[in-house]
């Protein structure tokens, strides 16, 4: 069923998906997530991200989608280039400790410089170190694509994924991964 078929605009047909319709059913499709870091002035910079997909191969592109009226990507852009670091299974804190606008990112975190002077991450799967190629702006964010510098491959472990607004998608998780309360899609839809 269609969730804008839900609500109707007074007759007219169906209204505009909203942003919390966005959320519940784009949230059915299972993400990795990530860590995009940058160096800004010689400070370490990063925030989490489930948007990021390889784009080509020759040449070699990635893309992410961060919001641009956030404070952090706007310092990596000005720095011209950027580390993706994908995280593993285990590393959900970490993903806290960037998803949030609270608190030092980097502080007591043991980060290593790359040889592109960006922060790699401990622990992680994939490190994928990249200049700033373009960036084009959709809606509230810019769709960013990097011309990759380097790859490497770090870890063999499981990689965290984000599904229906939490981390994993097994048998356990699934009435656990409902969107959380401040969505308010329960009250919305049901």
Same mark, same amino acid.
């Given at each position: 069923? $269609?969730?804008?078929?839900?609500?109707? $605009?007074?007759?007219?047909?169906?209204?505009?998906?909203?942003?919390?319709?966005?959320?519940? &059913?784009?949230?059915?499709?299972?993400?990795?997530?990530?860590? &995009?870091?940058?160096?800004? /002035?010689?400070?370490?910079?990063?925030?989490?991200?489930?948007? #990021?997909?390889? &784009?080509?191969?020759? =040449?070699?592109?990635?893309?992410?989608?961060?919001?641009?009226?956030?404070?952090?990507?706007?310092?990596?852009?000005?720095? +011209? !280039?950027?580390?993706?670091?994908?995280?593993?299974? !285990?590393?959900? %804190?970490?993903?806290? !400790?960037?998803?949030? $606008?609270?608190?030092? /990112?980097?502080?007591?975190?043991?980060?290593?410089?790359?040889?592109w002077d960006t922060p790699s991450l401990p622990g992680v799967l994939v490190r994928v170190h990249c200049d700033v190629e373009t960036a084009h702006v959709a809606g509230?964010? %810019?769709?960013?694509? +990097? !011309?990759?510098?380097?790859?490497?491959? &770090?870890?063999?472990?499981? =990689?965290?994924?984000? #599904?229906?607004?939490?981390?994993?998608?097994? %048998?356990?998780? $699934?009435?656990?991964?409902?969107?959380?309360?401040?969505?308010?899609?329960? %009250?919305?839809?049901?």
């Amino acid at each position: 069923m $269609s969730i804008a078929a839900l609500r109707t $605009s007074g007759g007219r047909g169906p209204c505009a998906p909203t942003a919390a319709d966005m959320r519940r &059913v784009m949230g059915q499709f299972a993400t990795g997530v990530t860590i &995009v870091t940058g160096l800004d /002035r010689g400070e370490p910079v990063g925030f989490a991200c489930q948007s #990021f997909a390889s &784009v080509s191969l020759e =040449p070699p592109l990635v893309l992410f989608c961060a919001d641009h009226r956030g404070r952090t990507w706007p310092r990596i852009r000005e720095s +011209g !280039r950027f580390t993706v670091n994908v995280l593993a299974e !285990r590393q959900g %804190d970490l993903c806290a !400790r960037f998803g949030s $606008s609270r608190g030092a /990112r980097f502080e007591g975190l043991d980060w290593t410089p790359s040889r592109w002077d960006t922060p790699s991450l401990p622990g992680v799967l994939v490190r994928v170190h990249c200049d700033v190629e373009t960036a084009h702006v959709a809606g509230d964010h %810019d769709i960013v694509v +990097g !011309r990759v510098l380097e790859l490497e491959w &770090v870890g063999e472990e499981a =990689p965290l994924l984000f #599904f229906r607004g939490r981390f994993g998608v097994g %048998d356990a998780a $699934s009435e656990a991964a409902l969107p959380p309360a401040e969505w308010g899609w329960r %009250d919305h839809w049901w």
